[in-house]
């Protein structure tokens, strides 16, 4: 199906372990981005990418790494995970930031950090 | 730095009234605002994208406002139903196009 889905939908790690959150989308959106979603905090920025091997840093980026060596992929990396990036994690993409659509979010990834 | 708020923070309302959901921003300088609605345990659905150039935006029994000189946008949803119960967010996208600052969202339920 087109659309933009994230991977997995939910899970469980451990504290120090590396994970990495899966992001794909099918429209060829030249930007992409992750959110984390938390109580009292909303939605902020992690990581974007205007396009392949472009990325920077949004208002939270301590803690994680992205790569977009594909249009299409831009997978979010904890590289030791902490309680603290317990969270709800969300991917967006748009095909172009100045345009007419908005932006198009994928359905989440739930990571409990324990 | 940007700042969204958005008032109230939850709305219980029966089935068939007229409601306004409020987001207000601190800084005038957005490129667009983007109404998102948000069903409990899923993703984001945008709901309508207002350019900073225009005044409203509707879809359906949906309308959104943007006074942009005075830092404000509302939503307005006609005749609710009981399947409109969501949280809803508004966002604004900077003049740069870079970062989507998001408020803290509304938590609507419709009664029926």
């Known amino acids: 199906d087109a659309g933009i889905t994230q991977s997995p939908r939910y899970k469980i790690t451990e504290t120090g372990r590396q994970v990495t959150l899966m992001c794909h989308q099918t429209w060829s959106h030249s930007y992409m981005f992750w959110y984390r979603q938390d109580l009292g905090h909303g939605l902020r920025l992690i990581y974007y990418s205007a396009a392949a091997d472009i990325t920077d840093k949004g208002e939270v980026p301590d803690g994680y790494v992205v790569s977009r060596s594909k249009t299409e992929n831009f997978p979010l990396t904890l590289e030791s995970a902490t309680r603290s990036q317990t969270s709800v994690y969300f991917c967006?993409?748009?095909?172009?930031?100045?345009?007419?659509?908005?932006?198009?979010f994928g359905s989440g990834t739930r990571l409990t950090v324990v | 730095k940007q700042e969204v708020t958005q008032i109230p923070a939850a709305l219980s309302v029966p089935e068939g009234e007229n409601l306004v959901l409020n987001c207000s921003f601190t800084?005038?300088?957005?490129?667009?605002l983007q109404w998102f609605r948000q069903d409990p345990g899923k993703g984001l659905t945008s709901l309508l994208l207002?350019?900073?150039?225009?005044r409203e935006q509707t879809s359906g029994r949906l309308n959104a406002s943007l006074d942009k000189s005075s830092g404000r946008s509302t939503l307005y949803i006609a005749a609710s139903q009981p399947g409109d119960s969501a949280t809803y967010l508004c966002?604004?996208?900077?003049?740069?196009?870079?970062?989507?600052?998001f408020g803290p969202g509304t938590r609507l339920s419709v009664l029926p």
């Open positions: 207002i350019q900073s150039s225009q």
């Open positions: 800084d005038s300088a957005i490129y667009n």
């Open positions: 966002a604004v996208m900077d003049n740069y196009g870079q970062n989507f600052v």
């Open positions: 967006a993409s748009i095909s172009n930031v100045l345009n007419n659509y908005g932006y198009t």
